[in-house]
């Protein structure tokens, strides 16, 4: 089992920046894929980005490429979003997520996932 805690959300205005944190524990954490998803109210959950286990591979949404970053430190056990230029609709609640096989957008490859951090941005 992997438990993941986020933390980091909270409310700011447009235009403005945010870094999410994802602390990790259980297992090894250098064993697993790392993801971001987003879920907006009325809306599917929503892959974000996504770092291959020894941070050589990254992997955005078009929606957000360039405008978020996703790192990890494996001797915190912790993956982070720093997230830039946030607009309106980037409003979510963000889920970090543990994926044991590879890098991918796809929800259902990633076992573990934490309980979310809300993030608002306002006009």
């Known amino acids: 089992q992997v438990q993941l805690v986020e933390s980091g959300g909270g409310l700011v205005q447009a235009g403005g920046s945010l870094r999410l944190s994802c602390a990790a524990s259980?297992?090894?954490?250098?064993?697993?894929?790392m993801g971001w998803f987003r879920q907006a109210p009325g809306k599917e959950r929503e892959f974000v980005a996504a770092i291959s286990r020894y941070s050589d591979r990254t992997f955005y949404a078009e929606s957000v490429k360039g405008q978020f970053t996703i790192s990890r430190d494996n001797a915190k056990n912790t993956v982070y979003l720093q997230m830039n230029s946030l607009r309106p609709e980037d409003t979510a609640v963000y889920y970090c997520?543990?994926?044991?096989?590879?890098?991918?957008?796809?929800?259902?490859?990633?076992?573990?996932w934490g309980q979310g951090t809300q993030v608002t941005v306002s006009s």
């Open positions: 997520a543990a994926n044991s096989f590879r890098i991918s957008d796809y929800r259902g490859g990633y076992q573990y």
């Open positions: 259980g297992r090894t954490f250098s064993n697993y894929v």
